[in-house]
């Protein structure tokens, strides 16, 4: 079983920084990949960043392509979402959630994705 716990939101003006932490814990955690994924209010959960379990292969959507980044500290269990130039449009919940292990990330759909946490608030307004 994995456990996968969310922090670092809150509110931010338009342009501005937030980084957003996904700590894991349980068996075998740090060999997951592991997505980010953002719900809007009235909005389907939709996929925003992933890294592959050995950090070497990163996928982003193009909504974010430019201003995030994701990137993992396998000795903390921890997966990072960096974001900068942030939009209002960029208002949601985050998830982290740990899926297969496969090279081809992008093609991980999001029913495929086996572990959830439960979503951090990211506000982006002035």
């Known amino acids: 079983q994995v456990q996968l716990v969310e922090s670092g939101g809150g509110l931010v003006q338009p342009g501005g920084s937030l980084t957003v932490a996904c700590a894991g814990s349980g068996r075998g955690v740090n060999g997951y990949t592991i997505g980010w994924f953002r719900q809007a209010p009235g909005k389907e959960r939709e996929r925003v960043a992933v890294?592959?379990?050995?950090?070497?292969?990163?996928y982003y959507a193009d909504s974010v392509k430019g201003r995030f980044t994701i990137s993992k500290d396998d000795a903390k269990s921890t997966t990072y979402l960096q974001m900068n130039s942030l939009k209002p449009e960029d208002t949601a919940v985050y998830y982290c959630?740990?899926?297969?292990?496969?090279?081809?990330?992008?093609?991980?759909?999001?029913?495929?994705?086996?572990?959830w946490g439960r979503g951090t608030q990211v506000t982006v307004s002035s």
């Open positions: 959630a740990a899926g297969p292990s496969w090279s081809a990330i992008a093609t991980i759909r999001l029913d495929q994705y086996i572990y």
């Open positions: 890294i592959s379990w050995n950090g070497l292969t990163t």
